[in-house]
């Protein structure tokens, strides 16, 4: 069966470093991989979609690669600032919306 | 701009009673519409969703029911509660079936006591 996890469940860094996060899976071949800031007691907030033919992706001071071959992706945040503290979830998704599934999330903690 | 709406948002219901949670769209037209619900240090867990009026689909047979009255419209149901129905539970939309970011609800937090 298909299984998304993320490096770990929770992550503390110092502000201003880059916060790097991972998205392993298996038994999947996503069409589309996504990512989503949650705020404790919030909905998840869209941030940034890749698809299966795109290396990486940014937007601002947030990155995103993807390797099919590693079944991997990784999500950068440059810069960190406290205000980055929240809890980040990858998703994967097929081509017609089918088999939509989120990870289990990784805390992040940006310390000043 | 599409903007969605959820409520309550918190919820206090004793087991055995009944459970309806709305949400709506607003700014789009035939969304496709998705229940969640997120147990506490949990992931989220797709309930239902649909893409039309009418259409629904569960993805987990429980104590839960859904119904899309309205185009822009979905309902949470459930006939009786029970302990287990605990969570935060979140309305989503998409425009699109692959390829699209999900826009979700501000949630609604549900004790059953």
């Known amino acids: 069966s298909q299984k998304i996890e993320q490096n770990s469940e929770a992550l503390n860094i110092q502000e201003g470093k880059t916060a790097t996060l991972t998205c392993n899976y298996t038994?999947?071949?996503?069409?589309?991989l996504q990512w989503y800031r949650q705020d404790p007691g919030r909905g998840p907030v869209f941030l940034l979609l890749?698809?299966?033919?795109?290396k990486e992706k940014r937007k601002e001071r947030l990155k995103v690669t993807f390797d099919t071959t590693l079944k991997q992706s990784l999500f950068h945040i440059t810069a960190s600032q406290p205000a980055d503290s929240a809890t980040y979830l990858c998703?994967?998704?097929?081509?017609?919306?089918?088999?939509?599934?989120f990870g289990p999330g990784t805390r992040l903690s940006v310390l000043p | 701009s599409q903007t969605i709406h959820q409520w309550p948002a918190t919820l206090v219901q004793p087991v055995g009673s009944p459970l309806s949670l709305e949400c709506t769209v607003e700014?789009?037209?035939?969304?496709?519409l998705y229940w969640y619900r997120q147990a506490a240090g949990r992931g989220l867990q797709l309930l239902f969703y649909?893409?039309?009026?009418?259409?629904i689909s569960s993805e987990v047979p429980q104590n839960l029911s859904a119904s899309r009255p309205q185009d822009r419209q979905f309902i949470l149901s459930s006939k009786k509660l029970l302990l287990s129905d605990s969570g935060f539970y979140l309305c989503?939309?998409?425009?699109?079936?692959?390829?699209?970011?999900?826009?979700f609800g501000s949630g609604t937090r549900l004790t059953v006591v």
């Open positions: 038994n999947y071949s996503p069409a589309y």
């Open positions: 890749i698809r299966e033919n795109e």
């Open positions: 989503a939309w998409t425009r699109q079936q692959g390829g699209g970011g999900y826009t």
């Open positions: 649909s893409v039309g009026i009418g259409q």
């Open positions: 998703a994967l998704e097929g081509n017609y919306g089918q088999n939509f599934v």
């Open positions: 700014g789009t037209s035939n969304p496709n």
